[in-house]
Structures are given as C-alpha cells and as structure tokens.
C-alpha cells in the first residue's frame, strides 16, 4: 500500500493531466453529439412539417376530386327523371315495377361512371320505399334500418348539403371492422323543395382510406375527424370510430390560429400536429407525425453512440501515450533528484526527455558540481587549518623543553658527567631532529617508540629514575603510522603531574590493534585526576582544564576527530589515588 | 460551416430513407410460393369459400404439416381483373398457385390461357364428381379445375303460406313452371304474398331453366350462340314473361333487397342455388316455416328435367412453382377427402360435388329449419342429376345482351325477333 503510494506520488503529474484531458474530451465529444442530435431532430422535424403540410395538400387534392366526382352524380341522379319516377311513383304491377326497376339501374348505372374511379356504391331510397345500390353486397345490409338510422336523420335535417358521415350500423355481414364512409344527399324537387328520397354513397373506409394511405408510414399517421371529434378515417385501424377531443381541439386551433403545426403530446406520444380543415367535408384532416418514431429511423443513436465512443477512445489512448511520454522524463527527474540524501551530493542525474527537461538535467548537474567543488575547497581549507594548529600545537613544548634539557646537560656537565651528557645530548638532537623535520608527516610506531625513549631518558637525567616507564607494543603495530610526537605530551603529563606526592612510579605505554583501529594508552598510577566524573567522562571539567601542561586533552581529541573521523580521538579514565589512564584511538595507516 | 453541416446532415438523412427504403420491401404475400414450402390461393367470400379453404388447410396439417397455405382473400372482380392483368402479359409472376373461379367463367380463362392452367389428370379422376361440374373445368380433354361447390338449384318454398293458399308441399313436387305459377296466383290471392323475386338485371332464373333442359346461351363448342331458334331458351322467355303478367313477382334490384324479401317474409318462394340456405336459415324466426322442393321443368320442353344449376365454382391451378405441391394439396382435400366435405356441410353449409361425399352422415342429417326435410341428401341428389352443359366462354357476354332484349321483349316485341335480334349482337359481339 505503501509503494503504492509512493508509486503514486510520481505520477501525480501525469494523473492529473490525463484526467483533466479525460473528462475534456469526454465531455466535448458528449455535448457536442447531443447538440448534433438534438439540431439534426429539429431541423428534420421542420423539413417533415414542411413535407407533410404539402402531402397533406396532395390528399386534399385527393379528397376534394372524389368530392367533386359525388357532386357530380348526386346531381345527375337528382336531375334524372327516371330515377325521379322510380323513387315516387306508388306501387303498381310487376310488369311496369320492373321496367321501372329496370330504367333506375340502368341510369344508375350509367350515373356511376361519374364515380368509376372509386370503388363506390351508390344507393337510391325513396318515398315509396322503392330502394336501388349498385351493389348492396356492400353496403347497405338493410333498407329498413338505413331508412331509420341516424345517417338518413341528418341528411334530411340539412337537405341541401351533400353531407359526409362513418356508418358502422349498416354494414351487412360480420365485416364490422371495415366499417363505411357515407356520403348522403336529400333528393329534393329543384322548384317546390319537395324531397322524394336520399341517395348515398358508400365507400368502404378501407378504400377511402386510399387518399392518403400511400402518404403514411409508422409514426406518420392521418386521422379524419368528423366535426364531433369522431375519427372517420385514419391509416391506424384501432382509432376508427373513437372520439378523440383533444385532437379536434388542437385541429381546431390550427385552424383558427393558421399555424403551421403544433407540437403536442397527444395520443399518449410527442407529435407533431398538422391540419388541414375539408369544408366540403366537414372533416379535419389531422396529419399526426409520432416524433420518436419517425426520428427512429432518422437518427441512430446507437451508432452515433459507438462512433463517439470509438473516437474517445482513440482519442485517450493517443492522449495517454503523449502525456506519459512528456510526464515520464519529469518523473525520473523527479525520482532521481529525490535519492540526494544529506550530504550525498555526487548523485547525478541522467540527462533525457524533451529539450526543456534535458535543460532542467543539465542545469542541476552542473550546480551538484559546483557545490562539490565548493564543498571540498571548504575541506581543504579546514583540513590546513588543523594541520597548522596541530604542528603549532606540536611546537609549543620545543622551548620549555629545549630550556630545561639543556640546563640538565649544563648540571651534567659541571658535574663531569661527560659520557651522561653526551647521551642525553643525542636523545635531544634525535628529537629535535623529528621535530623540527616535516611535523605534518606521520611516523611509524617504531620511529614514536625511538623518540618517546629519546625523550624519557631526557626527563630521567634531569628528574631521576624513581619514575619507570615501561612500553609493551603488540608486534603487528611496529609498521603502523601515527602523527609525529602525538604520545609524548600525554607521557609529559603524567611525568610532571601524577607524581606530586611521590617520588616514585610507574608509567605504562601500551600500543595495539583494537579492530580497525590503533590504541595507544598511557597508564599511570600516580594520584589520578579531580573533577573527573565516571558517570559522565565526556563532560569531565578535565577536558577543558589545564591540568596538562599546555595543551588541553579537548583540543587534541577534536583534532583527531576532525582528521580522521568521530569514533576516532582520546577519552580518559581516571581514579584519585589510583592513577589515570588516557586512551588515544587513531586509524591505521601503513604510510 | 453551417453549409456543410447542413449537406452533411441532409446527406445522412437521406442516406437513411433509402436504406429503411429498402428494409421495407414489399410483402404482400401474393408472390408464388418459393420450393414446394408455401403456396397461396386466392378465393373470395370469407364466410363461404375462405371457410372451406381454411378447412381443408387444417385437415392437410394432419397429412403434410410442412406446407404452409397463404389463403388471401379478395373480391371475385379484382381476381378476375388480376387473372386477366397477369395472364394477358404473359406472365404467372404474380399469381397464385391455386384460384377460385366461377364456373360460367371458367371456360374463357381456360380456352384462352390453357398453358397457364396446370392439368390435374394425374391427381383427381374426373368422374369421382358431379357430371356436370366437369364440362366447365376441362378444356381439350383434360381436366384442369377441381369442382368445389354445387350450385345445384331447388325451389325454396314457404310451407305456411302454401298451406294458407290450400296447397302442401307434395303438391309442389316435381311440377313444371306453368303449374307453379297457377300456385303462385293463388297464394298472392290468399295470402298477399308474391310468389318469387327478380332483379330486371340478372337473368339467372332463365338460366336455370335452360340448363334444366340441357341448353344454354352458347352451343356445345362453347363459342357460337345459340339464341335464336333455343326452343329451352324460347319457353324460358316466355315463362318469364308469363310470370311478371301474372303479377306475382316482387321485383328487386339488389343482392340486399333479394335477402331481405324472403327474410322478411315477403315471397313464398325462392328458386335458386343451394348456396342460400345459409341466408335462409339467418332468420331464425321462420324455421320449420321453409320446405325445399325440386326445380321446376319446363313444360314444353321433353329434355328438361327437375334438376338445375346456378353459380357454383372450381379450384384451379396455376402453372407455377410449387404446383405440383399444390396439386397434391386439392388431391388430398376436395379431391378426395369424404370426412372434409361432411365438415364443409354442417359448419358452412356448402355441398361439395365429390360423389362419395354423399354418402357421409352429416349428408344424412334432416334439418329441421326445414320441417325435418334432409335438404342436404336432396341436393345431393338432384346434384347428380343435373344436365351437363358448356357454359363457353361468354356467358355473361351473353347476359348483358340479353337482359336488354328481355326488356324490349316485356315492352311487346315479338319472342322470335328478340331471340334474333340477340343472336345477331350475340355474333358481333363475341367474335
């Protein structure tokens, strides 16, 4: 979870472009087809109306010839003399009946060519009940019932009008879902106003049906309404003969309010309305355009769907690839530059990616360089600055020394102890001749051992032999290199101080190897030292006080460390009347 | 850029017509069945000849239920209109595998397309039906047509009102038209009544009565005329004639007026084919009130007998893919199904005129709309009797000619003259 997110954490550059291209373009693509859609509908659905306002014209064209066709024989047959004489003369034998009967079909025969072009049966009725169709398999199943129906009722309450209505009462047979479009006229004497009968036309509406039906399709339907409301007509079988309010309103008020169309919710759908008023008729012809239907076929949102989506998706994987490809040399610049850890300044970094990034590389490399360069100046100059404090150090005790040997060899001397003298006049040339020489080398064990020998026979001529120093060296430690003369002032020390009381004692010089680095300890058993604390030795008031001669323990073991690293340096340990021991660890070097 | 969007857009939706276009092909199921899996028949009268259509379908289930039947139905003009369209140009593309024809037609489509017809002597033996069903549809020695329905004639009488007038029904049986019109005089005197109807227009009365006499408008070749000098046509005139100045008959001029009359009570009579009963029986009020008797013969005349024919019509198949299916199809149904045709006659009441079908038990079933008379057995009968004529091919050319003469004939003209007078439009005309 974790490396996860740490994981993460890299890549928080990329994510956040990636998403913030993501949902751009997700969106983009997301409005833009629904804005495409939804201007696609509206100018389709403005095109349909256009289209259906001059279809719905054509049909009207339509209504109004056969209009004109029915006109044209109801006159003929209200014109007609024979038919006249047919339908009022009273009854009489069969041999004038039929010649009568006969004269009327022949004329009504003659008449129907008027309306040849439709599949129509045309019907006489008259005063006398005499009774003639053309074709009365059709229509109507019975005179009795046609002559007391509610069709007949309204023809003689508007005589003079050739008045359109759907009859579904008089159909003979079962065929009761095909019902009949009825066009009936009064047949009236043109002087006296005497009405002698009614004739009807009868088409079926499934013929009728034929003026517009070849205009229709699935969700473009055409509703005939009556000016009750009553669907007449219409290419949707299950609305024939329903009354349908709402659409003759909306019918209506276009009519009325001369719109173009009306959108509505109508028939439990979103249509599109157009209308068209028959006088002649006095029908509304509704042209209903069921939006989601038509548009259906029009718009395939599935495909637009898949479309879009195949677009985003090349789209993001091209996004994906670009964007990974800028973030990821940002990344491992990212990644590199965090592995500098403290004082670790060598860490370089690979120079790649883009121009800018490369620059970015270019710039932090050369700026690691200059701060190694800085920081090792800054070592070199600390490292001359002990090294000249060290030798200055290492100066000091030359002059006491040099002062108090040489008035010891002057008492040897004036004593006669020539042969004493000369010895311990050597013991001080060998080492002057160290010290003087080179004081930042280094000297192996050996050569030290030489010069501590050199300078303890110095102090036993001039003090005594009451106090015995004694070296024990591990034989692997000869060829180890120290710094010249850097035992001697701890031995100085125990000479002059640890013997105050006494006279007498014993000074230890001990070398070895303790793992990787060398120890040199100075044991001695004189009085030991006040103010060392066991609890605490690294804040002994010793460290800072001059209880040696000269040089403070501190100063010597900050030096070390600084030269050689912090597990290196002198710690002390120290017992009133039991003596002191100091401990000097330093690294080992060959040379 | 609005431009292009707008052509874009315009291209697409257009794009779209075209392909939904094409989607909605055209399936009207008229198109010849493909292999033998489908064929379609075309016949018109849903309750009459649909009904036994879709009968015989079901009971082939049983034999092959692999082949699909497409009945369709349409009106008998438009089958005619489309025949004559299809067969005239040449082509059987959009025809059916099996149509219904009238038998008075039957001829001029077979005389004229004969290769359009499928022979069915392979399939149904000719003599297993009614003798005078076959003339109309066989042509040149071979049989093409499966006879269906009988429209063998009877005289449906009103028994109550007979017995009104002083008469029984016995007294009806087996009489000519002179007796029967002495009848009718009578019962108009008794009870009101006219004895029959007719329609000036429609002459089947008179072709009845010419075919119970072995006679008809054209001659036994089926093309020439045979008006002037028809002795059975001549009589049949004048009965006609005879009947409107005895004043008995209720003229009508339609099918629904025709219907009406008798179910209204209006005739005591109604002689035609057997295909009524069912619009007889429609009103139940006057049942046990109907008796069937025999077709009147014609007096004078010595061939005629008490057995007539009018209407009535045939399968036929046409000569396209999956006729042989078809074929086998009427074979195993109206050519030879016994058990079909007693379904035919108690569910629909159509007498088929498949011999063996008589012999069935619903043929036996005394009906007692009809006072207990088995109508159905007499049919039959009289079915077998009925004089075999070649209807030709201008039947209704014929009629029309005549149905005009028939008026002037009224009017006083003498009968040779008009019979003559017809021979000679006759002549023009169908040549």
């Known amino acids: ?591 | 850029m609005k431009k292009l969007l707008a052509v874009a857009l315009a291209s697409f939706v257009l794009l779209t017509a075209c392909s939904s276009k094409e989607n909605n092909a055209p399936n009207n199921g008229e198109a010849p069945a493909a292999g033998t899996k489908e064929i379609t028949v075309w016949a018109w009268d849903k309750a009459f000849n649909i009904g036994a259509m879709e009968r015989a379908s079901e009971a082939y289930k049983a034999k092959n239920a692999d082949l699909k039947v497409n009945i369709v139905e349409n009106a008998q003009a438009d089958i005619i209109q489309k025949l004559n369209a299809g067969l005239n140009a040449g082509t059987t593309k959009s025809l059916p595998t099996i149509v219904l024809i009238e038998d008075y037609r039957a001829q001029s489509f077979l005389q004229a397309y004969p290769d359009a017809f499928f022979a069915l002597n392979d399939f149904i033996t000719p003599s297993d039906f009614a003798d005078y069903k076959i003339g109309p549809t066989s042509f040149d020695g071979k049989q093409y047509g499966v006879p269906f329905d009988s429209g063998v004639a009877g005289l449906y009488v009103r028994s109550d009102y007979l017995e009104e007038a002083g008469f029984k029904v016995d007294d009806l049986q087996d009489i000519d038209w002179k007796k029967l019109i002495e009848i009718g005089k009578e019962v108009k005197a008794k009870t009101g009544k006219s004895l029959l109807t007719q329609d000036p227009n429609d002459l089947g009365l008179i072709r009845m009565m010419i075919q119970s006499a072995g006679s008809w408008y054209l001659k036994e070749d089926g093309t020439t005329p045979n008006l002037a000098g028809n002795a059975a046509l001549k009589e049949a005139f004048e009965t006609y004639k005879e009947l409107m100045n005895a004043d008995i008959v209720k003229v009508t001029s339609d099918w629904s007026q025709f219907v009406g009359a008798f179910n209204s009570g209006e005739v005591a009579s109604v002689p035609t084919g057997n295909w009524i009963t069912a619009s007889v029986k429609a009103e139940a009020s006057q049942s046990g009130k109907w008796a069937v008797v025999p077709f009147p013969k014609l007096g004078g005349n010595p061939n005629s007998v008490h057995a007539s024919n009018l209407g009535g019509s045939s399968w036929y198949v046409m000569n396209v893919d999956g006729k042989e299916a078809a074929a086998e199809f009427l074979k195993a149904t109206f050519g030879s199904d016994v058990d079909l045709y007693q379904k035919l006659v108690t569910e629909i009441g159509a007498i088929g005129t498949l011999k063996a079908a008589a012999a069935g038990d619903a043929y036996k079933q005394a009906d007692e709309f009809f006072g207990g008379q088995n109508v159905i057995q007499d049919f039959a009968k009289w079915t077998e009797q009925i004089p075999s004529v070649n209807y030709g091919m201008h039947t209704y050319a014929i009629e029309d000619i005549l149905v005009v003469e028939m008026q002037n004939y009224m009017g006083g003209k003498d009968i040779d003259k008009v019979l003559s007078d017809a021979q000679s439009q006759a002549e023009t005309q169908v040549k």
């Open chain 1, 1 to 591: 979870m974790r490396a996860f997110l740490d994981k993460f954490k890299f890549h928080g550059l990329f994510i956040k472009m990636f998403m913030v291209t993501f949902i751009s373009i997700i969106s983009v693509s997301l409005l833009t087809s629904i804005f495409m859609i939804q201007m696609s509908e509206r100018l389709f659905m403005n095109t349909f109306s256009i289209t259906n306002s001059k279809i719905i014209n054509q049909i009207q064209a339509n209504f109004e010839s056969f209009n004109y066709s029915v006109v044209t024989a109801s006159n003929n047959v209200m014109q007609n003399g024979a038919i006249k004489g047919f339908l009022t003369k009273p009854e009489m034998d069969t041999v004038s009946s039929l010649a009568s009967y006969y004269q009327a079909s022949q004329q009504m025969e003659r008449i129907q060519s008027n309306v040849a072009a439709y599949p129509v049966t045309m019907t006489i009725s008259g005063v006398n009940k005499k009774f003639h169709s053309t074709d009365s398999y059709y229509w109507p199943s019975s005179l009795e019932k046609l002559r007391n129906s509610i069709l007949t009722v309204n023809t003689l309450i508007q005589p003079k009008k050739l008045i359109y209505q759907l009859d579904t009462e008089n159909i003979p047979g079962s065929s009761h879902d095909d019902p009949v479009i009825v066009a009936s006229r009064a047949l009236m004497e043109r002087t006296s106003g005497n009405q002698y009968g009614v004739l009807y036309f009868a088409i079926k509406e499934s013929d009728f049906k034929g003026f517009y039906s070849s205009f229709t399709s699935k969700g473009n339907d055409v509703v005939i309404l009556d000016s009750k409301g009553v669907v007449v007509s219409s290419n949707r079988h299950d609305l024939i003969g329903q009354e349908e309010q709402e659409l003759l309103s909306y019918a209506k008020e276009i009519e009325e309010q001369k719109l173009n169309f009306k959108d509505v919710n109508v028939l439990g759908s979103s249509s599109l309305v157009l209308s068209e008023y028959l006088p002649v008729y006095d029908f509304y012809l509704v042209n209903l355009i069921n939006k989601q239907e038509v548009l259906k076929g029009i718009v395939d949102f599935k495909m637009i769907a898949l479309i879009s989506i195949a677009i985003v998706f090349v789209a993001l994987i091209i996004v994906f690839l670009i964007s990974r490809r800028l973030t990821k040399s940002l990344t491992m610049l990212a990644r590199q530059m965090s592995g500098i850890t403290t004082n670790h300044f060598d860490n370089y970094i690979e120079v790649s990616g883009s121009y800018e990034i490369k620059e970015l590389g270019r710039a932090y490399n050369y700026m690691l360089d200059e701060l190694n360069d800085y920081i090792k100046k800054l070592i070199q100059t600390q490292k001359d600055q002990r090294n000249a404090e060290l030798s200055a150090l290492q100066m000091q005790i030359n002059p006491h020394f040099l002062y108090n040997t040489l008035a010891s060899i002057k008492i040897l001397v004036q004593q006669g102890n020539k042969e004493k003298a000369a010895a311990t006049i050597n013991s001080l040339i060998s080492l002057l001749q160290n010290t003087v020489s080179n004081i930042s080398e280094t000297i192996s064990v050996a050569q030290e051992l030489v010069n501590l020998k050199n300078y303890v026979f110095i102090n036993h001529v001039r003090y005594g032999e009451q106090i015995v120093v004694n070296y024990f060296v591990a034989d692997d430690c000869y060829g180890y290199h120290i710094p010249k003369l850097i035992i001697q002032p701890f031995i100085e020390n125990a000479f002059f101080h640890a013997f105050q009381e006494r006279n007498d004692g014993h000074i230890y010089v001990l070398i070895s190897r303790e793992e990787q680095a060398l120890v040199c300890e100075v044991v001695d058993n004189g009085v030991g030292m006040e103010g060392y604390d066991h609890e605490n030795p690294a804040h002994s008031s010793i460290s800072t006080s001059h209880f040696f001669s000269g040089i403070g323990i501190r100063n010597v073991h900050d030096r070390i460390a600084l030269l050689y690293g912090e597990e290196f340096g002198v710690s002390i340990v120290s017992d009133i009347g039991q003596g002191t021991r100091v401990k000097i660890r330093l690294p080992l070097h060959k040379t």
